[in-house]
Nanobody, 127 residues
């Protein structure tokens, strides 16, 4: 059973930074894609960034370029999302998803498969 647990969210003032973590377990593939999405109240799910674990290739949505940095620690089966210069519009639930197709563009555009994403972590940015 694939389990993904996002953590690291919280309440932060605008201009601050957060590092979100996504711990992955139960995934039997050596090379897969892990992506971050967010969803704000009343808005559609938005892809943010993705990384493939085998080669470290990264993908950023246009809206995420510049302030978001994705990285992974294969030894810990954990993917991180560093968010800098936080803005109130970054307020959302952030969650991570995995896909055994190790192509970020696929995961970002098709979205998470059922059962391959976990509960999110709330990020609230105050102005």
């Amino acid at each position: 059973e694939v389990q993904l647990q996002a953590s690291g969210g919280g309440l932060v003032q605008a201009g601050g930074s957060l590092r979100l973590s996504c711990a992955v377990s139960g995934f039997t593939f050596d090379h897969y894609a892990i992506g971050w999405f967010r969803q704000a109240p009343g808005k559609e799910r938005e892809p943010i960034s993705c990384i493939t674990t085998g080669d470290g290739n990264t993908y950023y949505a246009d809206s995420a370029k510049g302030r978001f940095t994705i990285s992974n620690d294969n030894a810990k089966n954990t993917v991180y999302l560093q968010i800098d210069s936080l803005k109130p519009e970054d307020t959302a639930v952030y969650f991570c998803a995995a896909d055994f197709v190790p192509v970020c563009k696929f995961l970002m555009e098709a979205g998470p498969r059922p059962g391959y994403w976990g509960q999110g972590t709330q990020v609230t940015v105050s102005s």
